[in-house]
Nanobody
Framework: QVQLVESGGGLVQPGGSLRLSCAAS????????MRWYRQAPGKQREPVAT??????????DYTDSVKGRFTISRDNAKNALYLQMNSLKPEDTAVYYC????????WGQGTQVTVSS
């Protein structure tokens, strides 16, 4: 089964950028539609960006609040998922997780993103 490890979070000023990475173990990564989720304090975990599997051509989709600012990508040869986040806003502050869509894999520890001046 695929195991997930997120990294790349940190503290950034509004308007700044971060690139999150998700390292996946296992040999079936390319067959999963993958998604970035986030959970802000006191809120439910929500989907942020989705990329379909290799069979579906790696099509992407985004929640409205991040369209035009975030870009999801994957490297199936490296078993890796990425989230490029630009023009960050304080409301993007959350713990970010990767998982399949729907979430069927063990959750990783997530990576904290804090946007603050």
């Amino acid at each position: 089964q695929v195991q997930l490890v997120e990294s790349g979070g940190g503290l950034v000023q509004p308007g700044g950028s971060l690139r999150l990475s998700c390292a996946a173990s296992g040999s079936d990564f390319r067959f999963y539609t993958m998604r970035w989720y986030r959970q802000a304090p006191g809120k439910q975990r929500e989907p942020v960006a989705t990329i379909s599997n290799i069979i579906s051509g790696s099509r992407t989709d985004y929640t409205d609040s991040v369209k035009g600012r975030f870009t999801i990508s994957r490297d199936n040869a490296k078993n890796a998922l990425y989230l490029q986040m630009n023009s960050l806003k304080p409301e993007d502050t959350a713990v970010y997780y990767c998982n399949s869509n729907p979430p069927s894999l063990p959750w990783g520890q997530g990576t904290q993103v804090t946007v603050s001046s």
